[in-house]
């Protein structure tokens, strides 16, 4: 099966920077998620990586390494509203997409 | 109304209880999924269905029964469940079902309690 890693729980400040971390073991790769879960609501999409490299979108950034199976999610400028679960996710050569368990982010004033 | 609705959000059982989730898409999607989620888990992918078709059913017992009668709607049948069936059950679609940049839309899900 697949394998997704990401820590289970960050704190930051406002105002702050927060990179949260995703390692990756998958038969073939056909592209990583990244998407925001706020308590008791959907997840939303944030972004999208197949190439190497970093793609920004606003305050959040998305790094991507296939050689090193790893990605993070860069949240700057961090605001109360982005207290949320960050949930990463890998599409597989039979575009079977598999997520991680989340990451729990706490914003402190 | 856009977006993935799920009805119910919220829905508590006996376990010889038989009811069903519903979920509804407006967004001109052909395929969609249902996950379930429990605390500090990954999601898991239950069934998906491409252009009405089931193409995947990831070993899920058969207490869960899957309908999908046309794009737009999707039923979870529940009957004989289990405690540990209790869970957050979010449904999703997507344009379609097999192309890497495939972005899910997911709906806000059905809380179920099993008692």
């Known amino acids: 099966g697949q394998n997704i890693d990401q820590p289970t729980e960050m704190t930051a400040t406002e105002g702050a920077i927060v990179q949260i971390n995703c390692t990756y073991q998958?038969?073939?790769?056909?592209?990583l998620f990244w998407y925001q879960q706020h308590a008791g609501e959907a997840p939303t999409f944030l972004s999208y990586?197949?190439?190497?490299g970093l793609e920004e979108k606003g305050r959040f950034s998305s790094f991507l390494s296939r050689s090193k199976g790893y990605s993070y999610l860069l949240l700057k400028e961090l605001q109360m509203k982005d207290s949320a679960s960050y949930l990463c996710?890998?599409?597989?050569?039979?575009?079977?997409?598999?997520f991680g368990a989340g990451t729990t982010v706490t914003v402190r004033a | 109304e856009t977006g993935v609705t799920q009805t119910p959000r919220h829905l508590v059982m006996g376990m010889t209880n038989k009811k069903s989730l519903k979920c509804e898409q407006h967004?001109?999607?052909?395929?969609m999924y249902w996950y379930k989620q429990s605390a500090k888990k990954p999601l898991e992918l239950m069934f998906v269905?491409?252009?009405?078709?089931?193409?995947e059913n990831n070993s899920v017992p058969s207490r869960f029964s899957p309908e999908c009668p046309n794009s737009s709607h999707l039923f979870l049948h529940l009957h004989t469940l289990q405690p540990e069936d209790s869970a957050l059950y979010l449904c999703?679609?997507?344009?379609?079902?097999?192309?890497?940049?495939?972005?899910?839309?997911f709906g806000a899900g059905s809380r179920l309690t099993v008692l």
């Open positions: 990586n197949v190439l190497d």
């Open positions: 967004l001109g999607h052909n395929a």
């Open positions: 996710a890998v599409r597989d050569r039979d575009y079977k997409l598999s």
């Open positions: 999703a679609s997507s344009p379609d079902g097999s192309s890497g940049a495939n972005v899910l839309t």
């Open positions: 998958t038969s073939g790769f056909n592209g």
């Open positions: 269905y491409n252009f009405k078709e089931q193409t």
